[in-house]
């Protein structure tokens, strides 16, 4: 459902930011994407969404090319990108209803849908307000709701519970279950690797751009037998 094929990008005349990066996300995987600050982790994302068109290589989500085909592709998935400072000028039902239009939901459809997701995210009350006079934690319940809002069958999740509180973040990984389990896909990138042992089928560590791991983190921890998950990155990443 989503697929990288030797995903490159240089930057400049010789820096690669993502170099021959390849992997396959089936349906009902949740699967983290690790690695630290630098790594190549938002890059690679930014290719898999058609933000960055990729120097070499390509990425397919569920079945369309996201540079032959691009509109096709984008409506197969949801992308929460790692800033959620965007349109501040709007207001949070506004920003919600300028995606959805962009996605063509229908009224009904939408309507049901942000109340549900307004509801389980506790800002219901908070939509009317200028985004501008959100704290940080409420733009990114609202960017997540509005990226949610066509249903697609892809999740692309760059850093989603940076700022959220602890309800809401246990909403959102509960929402990556309930995804996962109708059997669609879920991609996220995280610094915390708890999250990504707890909630994963798989995980994915790159460093420099390179992969590193792919697999899960049982098959991890047993090539390092006695080390937890945070010496065990730390050593692969060479910290």
Same mark, same amino acid.
């Given at each position: ?9 240089? /930057? ?7 170099? &021959? ?23 690679? @994302?930014?290719?898999? =969404?058609? %933000?960055? $068109?990729? =120097?070499?290589?390509?990425? @397919?989500? #569920? ?5 032959? *085909? ?8 949801? /992308?929460?990108?790692? #800033?959620? &400072?965007? +349109? ?19 009224? *009904?459809?939408?309507? *049901?849908?942000?109340? *549900? ?5 506790? @800002? $219901? &009350? ?24 066509? #249903? ?11 700022? +959220? &509180?602890? =309800? ?25 690797? !708890?999250?990504?042992? $707890? ?6 560590? %790159? ?24 010496? %065990? ?5 060479? !910290?």
């Amino acid at each position: 459902m989503i697929k990288a094929n030797n995903l490159s990008m240089v /930057y400049g005349k010789d820096f690669k930011a993502v170099d &021959d990066l390849s992997f396959e996300i089936k349906p009902g995987e949740i699967v983290g994407f690790a690695g630290p600050n630098g790594a190549g982790k938002t890059t690679a @994302i930014k290719m898999l =969404t058609g %933000i960055l $068109k990729p =120097t070499e290589g390509n990425a @397919i989500i #569920n079945g369309f090319d996201i540079v032959k *085909e691009p509109i096709k592709a984008k409506e197969s998935f949801a /992308y929460i990108a790692d #800033n959620p &400072d965007i +349109l501040l000028q709007l207001s949070g039902i506004e920003y919600i209803n300028y995606i959805a239009n962009l996605y063509k939901v229908p009224m *009904e459809t939408r309507e *049901e849908r942000i109340n *549900e997701l307004a509801e389980r995210f506790g @800002i $219901k &009350d908070s939509l009317g307000r200028p985004m501008k006079e959100y704290s940080h934690g409420m733009r990114q319940k609202t960017m997540v709701i509005a990226a949610l809002i066509h #249903n697609p069958p892809a999740w692309i999740l760059d850093e989603p519970m940076t700022g +959220l &509180d602890p =309800t809401a973040a246990f909403e959102l990984k509960q929402m990556m279950k309930e995804h996962a389990e109708k059997g669609n896909a879920v991609l996220f990138s995280t610094h915390v690797l !708890e999250v990504a042992e $707890k909630l994963c089928d798989r995980i994915m560590i %790159i460093n420099h751009g390179k992969n590193l791991y792919q697999g899960t983190v049982d098959d991890l921890k047993s090539q390092h037998p006695g080390e937890d998950l945070e010496a %065990i990155f730390m050593k692969l990443v060479g !910290e």
